[in-house]
C-alpha cells in the first residue's frame, strides 16, 4: 500500500515537472507565426477583407500567458483607396492562466498602440463598413437557416433530447489590472458633405477595472475639423458591469480648447462636468449635474432618456445663462446682422423644461430673455409628421428699431436705391414680379394646409421706427388648411384696432378675408409714428371688410373686394389754408396777429366722412364729404389698384360767400396732377351771383378787376392752397 502510495506521488512529481517543463519550452517549441495563414483565412471568411502582419507575432507564458502583435492592418472596402480601414503597430495582451478554468478572465496588461481607424462615406453616400455589416448579415442568414433545419431534423429524430450550447468563451467576470490606449485615431471622412473630422493623438488610461467597481478613467487627445484643431480631454470615475451595458461616469469632466481664427475670436473653449449613467439593459440614458461652460453661454440641468429600444423619449430642465448671441451666432457660423444699435444681440437667458419624443415635443415652461425682451409660456407639438401644435406665449416689450439695419448714408442709399425697389426713370415704381405661381410649392404654404394649430400671442409694447403699438393680443386656429386670426387687438395711438384675419390655404390660390376696426384714432399721433409729422390730425373712426386671392400682393391687388368706411373728426390739414385772402383779411380785423399765422398754416376741419367700396381691384368712393368753419366739400372718384394706381377724383368745396370750386385730381397716386374745372366754376360763380343777397355778390364781384378773371383767380388761389396741402402729404404737381 505505501509502495504504492509513493509510486503515484513519484508520477505526480514527474507530471507536473513535465506540465512546467513543457510551459517553459512550449514558447520555445512552437512558432505562432505559423498560424498567420489560417487567421488571415478566417478574417477573410468572416469580414470579406484583407488582413496583414508586417511584423512578428509572439507568445508568452511566463509569468503570465501573453500575447504580442507587430503591425498589422485591415483592407479598406472597394472603391475607398489604399488606406486600410484598419490598423495598429502595435498590441499585447497578458491573461492569468488557472482563473480561465472557471471562466474568470484576469488580464494582468492590455496595451493598444498605434491603432487607427478610417471611416468615410463616398459621394454617392455609400459607407466603408457598408461590405462588413452586408457580408456579415448574409453569413448570419445562412447560418440560421442551417440551424433552423439542422434543429427541425434533429427535433424529428430526439424530440425530447435538449440541445447543448457547448462551451462559451464569454468569461463569466474579468479584471483588467492595466488598460492603456496610445496614440490611437479615428477618422471620419465625409464627401457627401465635404467634411472630415479627426480624432489623433487619442490616449486612454484606467486604473484597475472590474465589473461594479469604480476606476480612474483619462481620456485625452486631438480634434481637427476641416481646418480648425483643438484639444480634448476626459476625465472620470467609471463603474461597468461585465458586458458593459451598464456604465456609469461619476464627476465627469470633459474639456476642449480650439485654436482662435477669425470665426471665434477668443477660440473655442468649453468645459462639461456631469454625472452620467448608461443603461443599454433598460434602454435609459441620463446626464445630471450638468454645468456646461464656454465664452459663449452656461447651461446647466438635467437631460435623461428612456425607451431607447423602442420608442425614445426625453426629458428635460435647462437654464442657459451668460449667453453672448453674437459670438454664439458666430462660433455656429451664422452670419451676424448689422443692426442700429451696436449693443443689441449682446445678452441672453434660456430656461426650459421640456419633454419628447421622435414625434412629440411638450415644451412645458419656457422663458427667453434677449436683451431687453423677456418672452414666456409654453407650447406642445403633438406630431411632427403630422403637425399638431398648441401654445400659449407672452412677452413684455419688443423694441425693433435695435435690431434694423444701420442707416445709411445719403449717398449710400441713392447709390443702392437699384438694388431695392425697382423703378422707372420718373421714379415710378415698376410692376410686381413676385412669383405668384409659385405660391402653392411654398413651404410656409404647404405647412399651412396640413397644419393643426391654436394658441395666444401677448405683447406689452412693440416698437417699430416711431410706431408704438400697446397691449398687443392675438389668438391662432388651424385646421384642414384654414386659419383664422381672431382677434388680433392692440392700443394705437390712443385708440383702439381690433382685427379677424382669415386664409383658406386648401386649393391652388389662398383665399384671404380680412375685417378691421379702428376706434378713436388719434391720426396726428399715428402720422408722427409713422411718417415723423403730423400732417393731419383729429379723431378716426375706420372699418374694413376686404377679401382677396393670392399670396402676393401683385396678385391680391386685382382680386381685391369689399368695402369701407372712414370718418375723420376735429383735426386740421398742416401747412395749407382753403379760406380766400378775403376771410384771411377779416380774421386779422378781428384777431391778433397770431391767429392769422396759424390760419395761413393749417386748415381746420369738423368732419370728413367717406365710404369706398372696391371690386376686383378698382376703388371707388361716390360719398366722400367735409365740413369746416365757413366751407365744406364733397367728392367722389376712382383709385384703380389692378396697375399704376391711377386716381380719377373729382371735389367740390363750397366757402361762405364764394362761388363753389370744383377741380379734379388724377394720374399715379404716387404722383398726382391737379386742376381746377374752369367751366364749371365759372357756371357756380354765375349762380352764387344771382342767388346771394347783394352785399354778399359784391364782395364776390370786387374780388378782382373783372369778374371771370377775378373768380377764376380765386379759384386757383384756393386751388392752390389744396394743391399745396395735398403735395405736403402725397406729393405730386398742379396742372397748368
Not at 472597394?78 to 498590441?91: I, K, M, T, Y
Not at 404654404?445 to 396640413?450: E, G
Request: hydrophobic share 35%.
Amino acid at each position: 500500500m505505501k509502495k504504492g502510495v509513493l509510486l503515484f506521488g513519484l508520477f505526480f512529481l514527474v507530471l507536473c515537472t513535465a506540465g512546467a517543463l513543457g510551459l517553459v519550452l512550449a514558447p520555445e517549441l512552437l512558432d505562432p507565426n505559423s498560424y498567420k495563414s489560417d487567421i488571415i483565412r478566417e478574417v477573410k471568411r468572416q469580414t470579406g477583407r484583407n488582413l496583414r502582419f508586417d511584423g512578428d507575432l509572439s507568445i508568452a507564458l511566463r509569468p503570465w500567458l501573453g500575447v504580442d502583435l507587430g503591425p498589422i492592418a485591415l483592407s479598406n472596402a472597394e472603391g475607398f483607396g489604399p488606406q486600410p480601414f484598419l490598423e495598429a503597430r502595435h498590441s499585447s495582451i497578458q491573461v492569468q492562466l488557472l482563473p480561465l478554468i472557471n471562466r474568470d478572465l484576469r488580464i494582468q496588461s492590455l496595451m493598444l498602440d498605434g491603432v487607427s481607424l478610417n471611416l468615410a462615406r463616398n459621394k454617392h453616400g455609400q459607407t466603408n463598413w457598408e461590405d462588413i455589416t452586408e457580408f456579415r448579415k448574409e453569413k448570419t442568414e445562412r447560418a440560421a437557416q442551417k440551424d433552423k433545419s439542422t434543429s427541425k431534423k434533429h427535433a424529428e429524430s430526439s424530440p425530447k433530447e435538449k440541445t447543448n450550447s457547448g462551451f462559451s468563451l464569454t468569461p463569466d467576470s474579468f479584471a483588467i489590472a492595466d488598460l492603456q490606449l496610445k496614440n490611437a485615431s479615428l477618422c471620419w471622412d465625409d464627401a457627401v458633405e465635404n467634411r472630415k473630422l479627426i480624432l489623433d493623438q487619442l490616449n486612454l488610461n484606467t486604473g484597475a477595472m472590474a465589473p461594479g467597481r469604480d476606476f480612474d478613467l483619462d481620456i485625452s487627445g486631438r480634434i481637427a475639423h476641416n481646418d480648425k484643431e483643438g484639444i480634448v480631454q476626459l476625465t472620470s470615475t467609471a463603474n461597468i458591469d461585465k458586458n458593459f451595458r451598464r456604465q456609469q461616469y461619476k464627476n465627469a469632466a470633459f474639456s476642449i480648447t480650439a485654436k482662435a481664427d477669425e470665426i471665434a475670436k477668443e477660440g473655442v473653449q468649453a468645459e462639461i462636468h456631469a454625472n452620467i449613467l448608461i443603461d443599454l439593459n433598460e434602454g435609459s440614458f441620463s446626464v445630471e449635474n450638468l454645468d456646461l461652460k464656454t465664452p459663449q453661454a452656461e447651461i446647466t440641468g438635467v437631460v435623461t432618456a428612456e425607451k431607447l429600444n423602442s420608442a425614445p423619449e426625453y426629458a428635460a430642465d435647462l437654464v442657459m445663462t451668460q449667453v453672448k448671441p453674437r459670438a454664439l451666432l458666430k462660433l455656429l457660423q451664422i452670419p451676424v446682422p448689422k443692426t442700429a444699435d451696436p449693443k443689441a444681440l449682446s445678452a441672453g437667458a434660456l430656461k426650459i423644461s421640456a419633454t419628447g419624443g421622435m414625434n412629440f415635443l411638450n415644451i412645458l415652461s419656457l422663458q427667453l430673455n434677449l436683451d431687453d425682451t423677456t418672452v414666456s409660456g409654453h407650447a406642445n407639438i403633438k406630431s411632427f409628421r403630422e403637425p399638431n401644435l398648441s401654445f400659449a406665449l407672452k412677452g413684455d416689450s419688443l423694441d425693433l428699431n435695435r435690431y434694423l439695419p444701420p442707416a445709411q448714408k445719403k449717398g449710400n442709399a441713392a447709390k443702392k436705391n437699384t438694388k431695392g425697389k425697382a423703378t422707372s426713370k420718373d421714379n415710378t415704381p415698376t410692376k410686381d414680379t413676385a412669383a405668384e405661381k409659385h405660391s402653392a410649392e411654398n413651404p410656409v404654404i404647404d405647412f399651412l394646409r396640413h397644419v393643426t394649430m391654436e394658441g395666444t400671442v401677448q405683447l406689452g409694447e412693440f416698437r417699430f421706427k416711431k410706431l408704438r403699438l400697446n397691449n398687443i393680443k392675438g389668438t391662432v386656429k388651424a385646421r384642414d388648411g384654414l386659419i383664422r386670426i381672431n382677434p388680433l387687438s392692440t392700443d394705437f395711438s390712443s385708440g383702439k384696432l381690433v382685427t379677424d384675419a382669415q386664409g383658406d390655404f386648401r386649393g391652388k390660390t389662398p383665399r384671404n378675408q380680412l375685417v378691421a376696426k379702428a376706434r378713436n384714432v388719434d391720426l396726428g399721433k399715428a402720422l408722427t409714428d409713422l411718417a415723423g409729422k403730423d400732417y393731419v390730425t383729429g379723431r378716426v373712426d375706420l372699418n374694413i371688410n376686404a377679401r382677396a386671392n393670392g399670396f402676393t400682393w401683385h396678385t391680391v391687388r386685382r382680386s381685391l373686394n369689399g368695402n369701407a368706411k372712414l370718418v375723420m373728426k376735429n383735426g386740421v390739414f398742416r401747412g395749407f389754408s382753403i379760406i380766400p385772402e378775403p376771410v384771411k383779411q377779416a380774421a386779422i380785423e378781428k384777431s391778433p396777429s397770431d391767429i392769422s399765422g396759424k390760419i395761413q398754416k393749417q386748415q381746420p376741419y369738423e368732419r370728413l366722412s367717406s365710404d369706398f367700396t372696391v371690386r376686383n381691384g378698382l376703388l371707388q368712393t361716390k360719398n366722400t364729404r367735409v365740413t369746416a368753419p365757413r366751407l365744406s366739400g364733397q367728392g367722389a372718384g376712382t383709385l384703380d389698384l389692378r396697375g399704376d394706381y391711377q386716381l380719377n377724383y373729382n371735389a367740390i368745396i363750397s366757402i361762405t360767400a364764394l362761388p363753389r370750386i370744383p377741380f379734379t385730381v388724377t394720374g399715379p397716386v404716387y404722383k398726382p396732377t391737379y386742376s381746377l374745372d374752369t367751366v364749371q366754376f365759372l357756371k357756380e360763380t354765375a349762380y352764387t351771383i344771382m342767388t346771394s343777397p347783394l352785399d354778399v355778390g359784391k364782395k364776390a364781384l370786387d374780388v378782382g378787376e373783372d369778374v371771370g378773371k377775378g373768380t377764376i383767380d380765386v379759384g386757383k388761389d384756393i386751388l392752390d392752397g389744396i394743391n399745396k396741402g395735398l403735395q405736403n402729404i402725397f406729393g405730386g404737381d398742379k396742372k397748368k
